[in-house]
């Protein structure tokens, strides 16, 4: 539904000699930033798709790229069939009503009432008042604010304003939705709640959904897979219960790590080494899912192997239908029995990072 192939953006940034003595500016070239290099992405139909990143990495202008509020400097955008980068500006004005847009910060019209902000695109398309009526209130419905159609942005909360921001970018029948950063201004619960609406959304009409966001929780709950953006370049992309279960890159894993807490303790990880010694153990991140998460693998590791175990954190999480289990420990034995123990849980579907290596006490 969605293809970006080879796609850059360098901003020239204008102005930057302006402010230099005339005689330097000949010598002094114009600076430039490219926000995106080479990106390749591809977004099936019905899909949920993320976008993870940290600030000033390229998200916005990745997601802004899709319906061309930004033109990429090189490479094709492709939209349910259409080549972006190809149409008039006319054309765009008729493909953007196939693409609607969620913002951080609502972008609601404070004079007009829910019914009229969600009515405006559907007015600007040149509908009559009777169709704009049916198809506004459907949509009212869905996003749960039958109740609010007289009431103006300023008398809303904000869940409530990001449900007519919603309800507006579904008025004209998109058959893609993109969330800039659609959660980040909300608290906990709201976000949640605005979350599950998306997921409706996708399930009941069918809707592509591109997002980005910084919060892993969005990513955890809703998205079908991710990619990982960093420094203009998508670095990564996954499953997300593949991203969870072992992210590939060390940006991945600290993305994981931060929103897990899963940490080995601070006065461990001063003493581990990432050479293993006649005298160490090492400490493993343990990832798992599906029929492992049931099954007791640490005793039968103990007697199978002949290695004690020693936890120091673990976790469940649920990843959508998905259960996971992560945990952090120390494998106490000789070198041939932890050796025997990691290819013992890698035989079970485990997935095995060893974190480095402690010297034994004993
Ligand atoms: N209009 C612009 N002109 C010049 N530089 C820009 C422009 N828009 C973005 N940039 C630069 O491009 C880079 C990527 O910015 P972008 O806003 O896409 O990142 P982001 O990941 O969305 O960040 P954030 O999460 O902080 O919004 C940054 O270095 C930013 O300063």
């Keep these: 539904m969605i293809t970006l192939r080879n796609v850059s953006k360098t901003y020239h940034l204008r102005g930057s000699r302006t402010r230099l003595p005339f005689a330097s500016r000949r010598d002094t070239p114009p600076r430039t930033i490219e926000a995106l290099r080479n990106v390749d992405l591809h977004v099936p139909q019905g899909s949920i798709h993320g976008v993870i990143g940290l600030s000033g990495a390229g998200k916005s202008t990745l997601i802004r ?3 061309l ?11 349910d069939g259409q080549e972006m980068t190809d149409l008039t500006a006319a054309q765009l004005n008729q493909a953007r009503h196939r693409i609607g847009m969620i913002f951080q910060h609502f972008n609601l019209l404070t004079t007009r009432n829910v019914f009229d902000n969600v009515a405006l695109p559907l007015e600007l398309m040149g509908l009559k008042r009777a169709a704009i009526r049916k198809r506004v209130l459907p949509l009212l419905e869905l996003t749960g604010l ?6 103006y942005p300023a008398q809303l909360s904000g869940g409530q304003k990001q449900r007519v921001a919603i309800a507006r970018a579904l008025a004209s029948e998109p058959r893609v939705l993109l969330c800039d950063e659609a959660t ?10 605005i979350l599950t609406l998306l997921r409706d959304i996708n399930q009941t009409l069918g809707l592509t959904i591109l997002l980005i966001t910084h919060e892993m929780e969005v990513v955890k709950s809703i998205c079908h897979r991710v990619s990982l953006i960093s420094d203009g370049e998508l670095v990564e992309e996954a499953d997300v219960g593949d991203f969870f279960t072992a992210p590939r890159t060390r940006l991945g894993r600290e993305f994981l790590n931060d929103f897990l807490q899963l940490e080995p303790p601070k006065a461990l990880v001063e003493r581990l080494e990432e050479i293993p010694g006649e005298r160490t153990h090492p400490v493993v991140r343990l990832a798992f899912s599906g029929d492992a998460v049931s099954t007791p693998l640490i005793s039968r590791l103990a007697r199978e192997c002949g290695v004690d175990v020693s936890i120091l954190q673990a976790k469940v999480e649920s990843i959508q239908e998905r259960t996971l289990g992560l945990m952090i420990a120390e494998l106490l034995g000789s070198p041939e029995q932890t050796r025997r123990a990691i290819d013992y849980l890698e035989s079970h579907d485990l997935h095995v990072e060893v974190l480095g290596h402690v010297q034994r006490n004993d």
Aim: net charge neutral.
């Design 65 to 67: 790229c899709v319906n």
């Design 69 to 79: 509020l930004e033109r990429p400097s090189c490479g094709s955008v492709v939209v």
């Design 146 to 151: 039958s109740d609010k159609a007289r009431q």
């Design 184 to 193: 980040s201004a909300l608290d906990p619960q709201t976000t949640g709640s």
